[in-house]
């Protein structure tokens, strides 16, 4: 057997850009059969919403007051953009806990040696969680409709919110990407992964109504991040809720949850890659 | 014109570990190069320079030509690295891993899946090629880690102790395959912590220990300077000591050790199996009864008592493994007069 082959040419890189983006398609399909391989992951990450829909809307249902009325349906229907933002936010941590596994397991090594576009080991990964949210939020909608959960606006607007979530969710895979990178183990990027986002989904408008709020509280609560996407989704689906408050993301949702989502992107995009430069498994 | 692989004074160190403390050496092209020492003395450590994935503080790299620190991407294109863990996605099947690290060395997809194909042919795997490599054994694992490293035929290999924890069987089909890829015209560098190892497979070794380069040569050239080979004896009875020694003495190059209570004599010999028959003729003809007789070859600890003065201290794999500057923490516990070793080396020409 010859182990040395003739054969093997590597080809010139193309341009940065393309090669950026051809291999980090390489690494999310990579990281989508590998997915598809450990179903029992994806099926955890859905009961953990379907739970949160059930819980919230017949337990705390009668006791709520949204928009005048105390009625459990309108709740439910507030209750939505809620536990759909706070699904995809909760994405950090599957991505935080595969980059940490990858590290420990010496796959960034092996990954860091070859002729390969920076940045792509992370992007693959984020782009494969996009796919597994965006999947996630399918089942999800159909799960939210059985409940009675209704949108009162056009397709066009239903879309952008799902939009809108999507960008939301990948921006904080990002966050995850360099939660894995700065941990050891993968057990402590699930939990460092997820602890920080309880205070940042329930310090929010997500569950409750921020008018009800101490006013320091519901000032976080309207400039959180995540209220905003929250807020955005609750304007371009119709539903009861929307917060009246005169802090500008609540005013403007919709751009605003854009521009917080592109800054988070920005920003641990950046961190993140400088981080796996250096890494270290 | 420096070989394959050169290195000039590496310095890395990790907080106030040097890791690496002023390493040089230059492997000329086709040839072999052994980093024979314990965990934490530097050698993961030295491959990762090389390989682009730690900049070290100090020094030169070139490899297959290109610097190391001006154009590490151009260096990734020439080398293949296999490391201390078999580093494979276990959920993906082997053919999956070999493809991926394919298109990742740039390779067009459908390249690299005929490379693939190629490759779990020659290493053995074409029945587990579609198989997730979670179902695979140890000596698969490696194998197809060995595989991903040998995706492009690179001109330069580095390998990470390749044969760690393997069984000796699996350890002798990889060393097989480690020949044949040397006998093709490619440079390694190999470390390992197994004097046997390098012994096989180097052409040069380096020893190395705290960061530093404390012998090299061929592996010959270091046992002469171990001290060569001994025939170690046990005596049934404990009366015939003095005279399996006088026996010994005859055969020797020099002094005879005893040891009284476990009845153990070892001379130091040269002339190996063939004085080992003769020695046991002896003894035989003298009437002594023997429970054990064996020619003895230097071991890396013997090769390190005589560099250094102490042993090598190999920690456990799972535990020193990848962490250089972990190894070298938890060796620095144990010998808290660091000073004293320095000076021991200083002191060992």
Same mark, same amino acid.
């Given at each position: 057997?010859?182990?040395?082959?003739?054969?093997?040419?590597?080809? &010139?890189?193309?341009?940065?850009?393309? &090669? $950026?983006?051809?291999d980090s398609l390489v690494v999310a399909r990579r990281n989508?059969?590998?997915?598809?391989?450990?179903?029992?992951?994806?099926?955890?990450?859905?009961?953990?919403?379907?739970?949160?829909?059930?819980?919230?809307?017949?337990?705390?249902?009668?006791?709520?007051?949204?928009?005048?009325?105390?009625?459990?349906?309108?709740?439910?229907?507030?209750?939505?953009?809620?536990?759909?933002?706070?699904?995809?936010?909760? @994405?950090?941590?599957?991505?935080? @806990?595969?980059?940490?596994?990858?590290?420990?397991?010496?796959?960034?090594?092996?990954?860091?040696?070859?002729?390969?576009?920076?940045?792509a080991v992370?992007t693959g990964r984020?782009?494969?969680?996009?796919?597994?949210?965006?999947?996630?939020?399918?089942?999800?909608?159909?799960? @939210?409709?059985?409940?009675?959960?209704?949108?009162?606006?056009?397709?066009?607007?239903?879309?952008?919110?799902?939009?809108?979530?999507?960008?939301?969710?990948?921006?904080?895979?990002?966050?995850?990407?360099?939660?894995?990178?700065?941990?050891?183990?993968?057990?402590?990027?699930? $939990?460092?992964?997820?602890?920080?986002?309880?205070?940042?989904?329930?310090?929010?408008?997500?569950?409750?109504?921020?008018?009800?709020?101490?006013?320091?509280?519901?000032?976080?609560?309207?400039?959180?991040?995540?209220?905003?996407?929250?807020?955005?989704?609750?304007?371009?689906?119709?539903?009861?809720?929307?917060?009246?408050?005169?802090?500008?993301?609540? &005013?403007?949702?919709?751009?605003?949850?854009?521009?917080?989502?592109?800054?988070?992107?920005?920003?641990?995009?950046?961190?993140?890659?400088?981080?796996?430069?250096?890494?270290? @498994? | =014109?420096?070989?394959?692989?050169?290195?000039?004074?590496?310095?890395?160190?990790?907080?106030?570990?040097?890791?690496?403390?002023?390493?040089?050496?230059?492997?000329?092209?086709?040839?072999?190069?052994?980093?024979?020492?314990? !965990?934490?003395?530097?050698?993961?450590?030295?491959?990762?320079?090389?390989?682009?994935?730690?900049?070290?503080?100090?020094?030169?790299?070139?490899?297959?030509?290109?610097? %190391?620190?001006?154009? +590490? !991407?151009? %260096?990734?294109?020439?080398?293949?690295?296999?490391?201390?863990?078999?580093?494979?996605?276990?959920?993906?099947?082997?053919?999956? !891993?070999?493809?991926?690290?394919?298109? *990742?060395?740039? =390779?067009?997809?459908?390249?690299?899946?005929?490379?693939?194909?190629?490759?779990?042919?020659?290493?053995?795997?074409?029945?587990?090629?579609?198989?997730?490599?979670?179902?695979? /054994?140890?000596?698969?694992?490696?194998?197809?880690?060995?595989?991903?490293?040998?995706?492009?035929?690179?001109?330069? =290999?580095?390998?990470?102790?390749?044969?760690?924890?393997?069984? +000796?069987? !699996?350890?002798?089909?990889?060393?097989?395959?480690?020949?044949?890829?040397?006998?093709?015209?490619?440079?390694?560098?190999?470390?390992?912590?197994?004097?046997?190892?390098?012994?096989?497979?180097?052409?040069?070794?380096?020893? %190395?220990?705290?960061?530093?380069?404390?012998?090299?040569?061929?592996?010959?050239?270091?046992?002469?300077?171990?001290?060569?080979?001994?025939?170690?004896?046990?005596?049934?009875?404990?009366?015939?000591?003095?005279?399996?020694?006088?026996? *010994?003495?005859?055969?020797?190059?020099?002094?005879?050790?005893?040891?009284?209570?476990?009845?153990?004599?070892?001379?130091?010999?040269?002339?190996?199996?063939? *004085?080992?028959?003769?020695?046991?003729?002896?003894?035989?003809?003298?009437?002594?009864?023997?429970?054990?007789?064996?020619?003895?070859? +230097?071991? *890396?600890?013997?090769?390190?008592? /005589?560099?250094?003065?102490?042993?090598?201290?190999?920690?456990?794999?799972?535990?020193?493994?990848?962490?250089?500057?972990?190894?070298?923490?938890?060796?620095?516990?144990?010998?808290?007069?660091?000073?004293?070793?320095?000076?021991?080396?200083?002191?060992? +020409?």
């Open positions: 057997m010859s182990v040395v082959s003739d054969t093997v040419r590597v080809a &010139q890189p193309g341009s940065a850009i393309g &090669q $950026s983006v051809r989508l059969i590998r997915m598809s391989r450990i179903p029992e992951m994806l099926i955890f990450g859905l009961i953990q919403p379907i739970m949160f829909v059930v819980l919230f809307s017949y337990v705390f249902g009668g006791s709520m007051t949204i928009a005048g009325s105390n009625d459990p349906g309108t709740y439910r229907e507030f209750l939505m953009a809620g536990i759909f933002a706070q699904t995809v936010t909760f @994405a950090t941590a599957g991505a935080g @806990a595969g980059i940490a596994d990858d590290m420990h397991k010496g796959l960034i090594d092996r990954f860091r040696s070859l002729p390969m576009a920076r940045g992370l984020t782009l494969a969680d996009l796919v597994q949210t965006a999947f996630t939020l399918v089942v999800l909608a159909v799960v @939210a409709l059985l409940v009675g959960w209704r949108t009162h606006t056009s397709v066009g607007e239903v879309l952008g919110a799902f939009g809108l979530l999507l960008l939301a969710g990948y921006a904080f895979t990002w966050i995850g990407a360099l939660i894995g990178l700065s941990v050891r183990t993968p057990e402590a990027a699930t $939990s460092g992964g997820l602890i920080w986002l309880f205070p940042v989904t329930f310090v929010s408008n997500a569950f409750v109504f921020t008018g009800q709020m101490t006013p320091w509280l519901r000032h976080v609560a309207d400039w959180n991040p995540f209220s905003a996407t929250v807020q955005a989704c609750r304007e371009l689906f119709g539903n009861p809720g929307v917060s009246q408050s005169d802090a500008w993301p609540m &005013q403007h949702p919709v751009w605003a949850s854009l521009i917080y989502s592109i800054l988070i992107i920005v920003i641990f995009r950046t961190l993140a890659v400088r981080k796996y430069r250096s890494a270290t @498994a | =014109m420096p070989g394959a692989i050169y290195a000039e004074g590496l310095v890395k160190t990790f907080g106030d570990v040097r890791a690496l403390d002023g390493v040089d050496f230059d492997v000329p092209e086709g040839t072999v190069l052994g980093l024979l020492g314990p !965990n934490g003395a530097g050698k993961t450590t030295a491959v990762r320079c090389l390989t682009t994935l730690l900049r070290p503080d100090r020094g030169k790299a070139i490899v297959a030509g290109i610097d %190391v620190l001006k154009n +590490p !991407n151009e %260096v990734r294109r020439s080398i293949g690295l296999s490391g201390q863990f078999a580093a494979v996605d276990e959920y993906l099947t082997g053919r999956e !891993n070999l493809q991926m690290v394919g298109q *990742l060395y740039q =390779m067009k997809a459908k390249d690299a899946k005929v490379r693939a194909g190629e490759l779990l042919e020659q290493f053995n795997l074409a029945d587990a090629a579609d198989r997730p490599a979670k179902t695979y /054994s140890g000596g698969m694992r490696r194998r197809l880690d060995l595989a991903a490293a040998l995706v492009v035929s690179p001109p330069v =290999m580095f390998m990470d102790e390749p044969t760690t924890g393997l069984d +000796p069987r !699996n350890r002798q089909q990889l060393w097989e395959v480690i020949k044949r890829l040397v006998s093709g015209g490619t440079t390694l560098l190999l470390t390992t912590q197994y004097l046997e190892e390098a012994d096989h497979l180097a052409h040069d070794i380096c020893v %190395v220990d705290h960061g530093r380069v404390i012998a090299r040569g061929t592996s010959d050239q270091l046992k002469a300077r171990t001290g060569g080979e001994r025939v170690e004896v046990v005596v049934h009875e404990r009366e015939h000591i003095a005279t399996a020694s006088e026996v *010994l003495q005859g055969f020797g190059k020099g002094e005879t050790t005893v040891e009284e209570h476990t009845r153990k004599l070892t001379v130091p010999v040269t002339g190996g199996a063939k *004085l080992l028959a003769e020695v046991i003729r002896e003894l035989d003809t003298r009437g002594i009864e023997i429970d054990d007789i064996g020619l003895r070859r +230097p071991t *890396l600890d013997d090769v390190f008592i /005589s560099l250094t003065g102490h042993l090598a201290e190999a920690e456990d794999e799972e535990n020193g493994a990848g962490r250089d500057a972990k190894g070298r923490k938890a060796k620095a516990k144990q010998e808290p007069v660091q000073d004293k070793d320095e000076a021991k080396k200083e002191a060992t +020409p």
